[in-house]
């Protein structure tokens, strides 16, 4: 059975950071390329972030240059380094994991393990 477990979310002002961790097990967790999104209420849940097995990365415009993902093989874990967060960043931020070792896009129809989210606020 996969399990995905957020952690690292909360309460942020404007500028400030946060990294949320995922800690995977039941996969293969250096066979999959893994994902970050987010949903915000009344919106449709977006892909913020993804890296492939190889370490190779993408990034949704709208977070590139102050989000970082990175992947520890070692512990089985995923992170989202979030720098100069913005109001518009609040949301649930997910983790994800795709069928695969190689990712293109950041749709999220393609993931198929998800994890339950972390809250993510920014606000003063």
């Known amino acids: 059975q996969v399990q995905m477990d957020e952690s690292g979310g909360g309460l942020v002002q404007p500028g400030g950071s946060l990294e949320l961790s995922c800690t995977i097990s039941g996969l293969t967790f250096d066979n999959y390329a893994m994902g970050w999104f987010r949903q915000a209420p009344g919106q449709e849940r977006e892909g913020v972030a993804a890296?492939?097995?190889?370490?190779?990365?993408t990034y949704a415009d709208s977070v590139k240059g102050r989000f970082t993902i990175s992947k520890d093989n070692s512990k089985d874990t995923l992170y989202l380094q979030m720098n100069s967060l913005k109001p518009t960043d609040t949301a649930m931020y997910y983790c994800?994991?795709?069928?695969?070792?190689?990712?293109?896009?950041?749709?999220?129809?393609?993931?198929?393990?998800w994890g339950q989210g972390t809250q993510v606020t920014v606000s003063s």
């Open positions: 890296v492939d097995s190889d370490g190779s990365t």
């Open positions: 994800a994991a795709y069928p695969g070792p190689v990712v293109s896009d950041l749709a999220a129809y393609e993931y198929n393990y």
